[in-house]
Nanobody, 128 residues
Framework: QVQLVESGGGLVQAGGSLRLSCAASGRTFLTHDKGWFRQAPGKEREFVAALSWSNDDTVYADSVKGRFTISGGNPNNMIYLQMNSLKPEDTAVYYC?????????????????????WGQGTQVTVSS
């Protein structure tokens, strides 16, 4: 069984940077997509960025394009999210996920899928 653990969250001023990490342990499937999602208080969980299983194809939410960068580690058990030019509206709990369709399926379907593994989340707070 796969387990995901996020780290790197914290409090930062607007315009600052943070780097989130997600470590996978257990039986990880190398052909699964990987992604980052976030959930602000009172809002639904939303897609942020995703990476193909081969680490060569990325997709981003419009709200973070040009500011965030997703990458994978070697060996293929790490996922990173470099966040630059942070804004107060980026404040949320950030979750990493691994599983089939993470790059393409709607978030509600991913949350219901037994094939998708989620981490416990890490808080990112951006002050103005």
């Amino acid at each position: 069984q796969v387990q995901l653990v996020e780290s790197g969250g914290g409090l930062v001023q607007a315009g600052g940077s943070l780097r989130l990490s997600c470590a996978a342990s257990g039986r990880t499937f190398l052909t699964h997509d990987k992604g980052w999602f976030r959930q602000a208080p009172g809002k639904e969980r939303e897609f942020v960025a995703a990476l193909s299983w081969s680490n060569d194809d990325t997709v981003y939410a419009d709200s973070v394009k040009g500011r965030f960068t997703i990458s994978g580690g070697n060996p293929n058990n790490m996922i990173y999210l470099q966040m630059n030019s942070l804004k107060p509206e980026d404040t949320a709990v950030y979750y990493c996920a691994r599983g089939p369709g993470v790059r393409a399926r709607p978030v509600p379907l991913l949350l219901q899928s037994p094939d998708v593994t989620w981490g416990q989340g890490t808080q990112v707070t951006v002050s103005s």
